[in-house]
Nanobody, 124 residues
Framework: QVQLVESGGGLVQAGGSLRLSCAAS????????VGWFRQTPGKEREFVAG????????YYADSVKGRFTISRDNAKKTVYLQMNSLNADDTAVYYC?????????????????WGQGTQVTVSS
């Protein structure tokens, strides 16, 4: 059984920073890509960033490129999302998810396990 647990969300002022963490269980964590998605009420889940199993390859949505950085520590079975220069449009529930392939995809349907989500609220 794979479990993903997000943490690090909260309330921050515009221009501020947060670092989200996604802690995973399971033996073969380094085999899998991990993605971060976000969702606001009434909207579809949106891809934010992804990282390959090795950590060598990363992907970003255009809306966060240059502001967010995804990384992973396979020894700790944890993926991080460093978010800088936050603005009100970044307000959402953020989810991490596992991709059973080693390549981070941009569509939610390619992910099989999801965390419960962590709320990020940016005040303007």
């Amino acid at each position: 059984q794979v479990q993903l647990v997000e943490s690090g969300g909260g309330l921050v002022q515009a221009g501020g920073s947060l670092r989200l963490s996604c802690a995973a269980s399971g033996r073969t964590f380094s085999f899998y890509a991990v993605g971060w998605f976000r969702q606001t009420p009434g909207k579809e889940r949106e891809f934010v960033a992804g990282i390959s199993g090795s950590g060598i390859t990363t992907y970003y949505a255009d809306s966060v490129k240059g502001r967010f950085t995804i990384s992973r520590d396979n020894a700790k079975k944890t993926v991080y999302l460093q978010m800088n220069s936050l603005n009100a449009d970044d307000t959402a529930v953020y989810y991490c998810a596992r991709n059973p392939s080693g390549v981070a995809a941009r569509v939610p349907e390619d992910y099989d396990y999801w965390g419960q989500g962590t709320q990020v609220t940016v005040s303007s």
